[in-house]
Every structure is written in structure tokens, then in C-alpha cells.
């Protein structure tokens, strides 16, 4: 469940996106970020299964962080596209109060913490994330 802070992020974090898709002082692209997590974590499949059948969907999450961000277990592997990018906007209020730096909001989805260390995953998502489009 959130609390009150993440809440107030959250409503910030819509505010902002809102108004266009930048957010934070170093201004990443929230579209591009979805864009990216998208392509790394499914290949933009939206009912992509992985990880042994616990991941589901373009973004794949687990249940756990699912229900974290306000999915319910109903509609994890049953989620439209525009429910899996509701999630993930959510998913992304929570890591960018935390960082603005990419490779720990690549690190905080893939591995569940905001760590600086550099994998393959972590240079593929920065590789792809700064491509031009």
C-alpha cells in the first residue's frame, strides 16, 4: 500500500507528466524510460511471461511489485497495455524519488533496489534509452 509521502509524489510526479512527459532536474523522459523498460524487459510484448512464469506483461513485473503499485492480483497477467503503463508510471513516481540516475532506476526494477552497479542490463538500458529515436 502507499503512504501519505508517496502519495504526494505521485500526484507531483502526474502533475508534471501531465504537462509534459519530463520530469526531475536532469529532465529524463518518462515516455522514453516506458519505451525502454519495454523493449529491455518484453520486447514491447504486452503479454510477454518470464522469469519461469513469475514476470508478466511489457514490463514485466512480479506480483509482488504489481500489487506495490496498485494492480490487483485479478489483473496482473490479464492487464491491458494501458493498465501495464498505469502501473509502470507508477512504478517510476517511486524510483524517481528516489534517483535520477539511470542506472539505478534500471538496477530498481530489474533487481528491487536503486543500486549503482553496472551490468549488462544496466549498459543495454542506457545504450537504449539515449538512442535517437
Known sequence: MC???EI???SIFVSIVGQSNQC???RLDVKRLMKTFALIESSNNPNAIGDGGKAYGLYQFHLARW???GGTKENWRRATRT???KIMRTALTRYLARTSDLT???NYHNMGNPSSKVTL???KFR???NEKD
Do not use: G
Request: include cysteine; charged fraction near 40%.
Open 3 to 5: 503512504d501519505v509521502k
Open 127 to 129: 545504450r537504449i534509452y
Open 8 to 10: 504526494v509524489l505521485m
Open 67 to 69: 500489487l506495490e503499485c
Open 121 to 123: 542490463y544496466t549498459r
Open 24 to 26: 526531475d532536474s536532469k
Open 83 to 85: 493498465e501495464q503503463d
Open 104 to 106: 539505478k532506476i534500471a
